[in-house]
T-cell receptor, first 115, second 112 residues
């Protein structure tokens, strides 16, 4: 059963705590993306990676970090420097990230709440 | 980045047609996309159109593209209650490294 999985579905963060959101894909896609969605807002790009061991900042990277050690995994860490982390986080992937006609497939999302 | 503009809400009766409009930002965007998001879920790709096309039809969905005005629309024929969702217009600007630039989404409510 191919697709993108994100875990957990809900995540609670205490002040000053770093938390990590998981994103895994078994589509053999080279490119992966993290977006943040706030109520009434579109999706904003946090980070993206076009290939293993390489990633680029998106529009709102401050307070976040990523790693891409394996092709199938692109975890996102929300650090204590991110002052307003409450949002819905969506992970996506596409085949190579180098062709404009490629479809991005999305995971089901993780909702992060601050205690 | 610049904003992709969409109206925020649309309400239609079941069986009517829905038209969701979008104005995008980058005239060099080669592909333009429509995604659907149901409550609490990820995004599902509905359709996309290549910039050298004026229209694309896919079953109940019709996409119209006016490249001169950078205007994109999605028409849903015979709208059903299951079509109630948020619809996002998206482009891939030439500077973005192939990441999507989204509008804020249009909430479509279909009433019986």
């Amino acid at each position: 059963d191919g697709g993108i999985t994100q875990s957990p579905k809900y995540l609670f963060r205490k002040e000053g705590q770093n938390v990590t959101l998981s994103c895994e894909q078994n589509l053999n896609h080279d490119a992966m993306y993290w977006y943040r969605q706030d109520p009434g807002q579109g999706l904003r790009l946090i980070y993206y990676s076009q290939i293993v061991n390489d990633f680029q900042k998106g529009d709102i990277a401050e307070g976040y970090s990523v790693s891409r050690e394996k092709k199938e995994s692109f975890p996102l860490t929300v650090t204590s420097a991110q002052k307003n982390p409450t949002a819905f986080y969506l992970c996506a992937s596409s085949s190579s990230g180098t062709a404009l006609q490629e479809t991005q497939y999305f995971g089901p999302g993780t909702r992060l709440l601050v205690l | 980045g610049e904003d992709v503009e969409q109206s925020l809400f649309l309400s239609v009766r079941e069986g009517d047609s829905s038209v969701i409009n979008c104005t995008y930002t980058d005239s060099s965007s080669t592909y333009l996309y429509w995604y659907k998001q149901e409550p609490g879920a990820g995004l599902q790709l509905l359709t996309y159109i290549f910039s050298n096309m004026d229209m694309k039809q896919d079953q109940r969905l019709t996409v119209l593209l006016n490249k001169k005005d950078k205007h994109l629309s999605l028409r849903i024929a015979d709208t059903q209650t299951g079509d109630s969702a948020i619809y996002f217009c998206a482009e891939i600007p030439s500077h973005s490294g192939y990441a999507l630039n989204f509008g804020k989404g249009t909430s479509l409510l279909v009433t019986p």
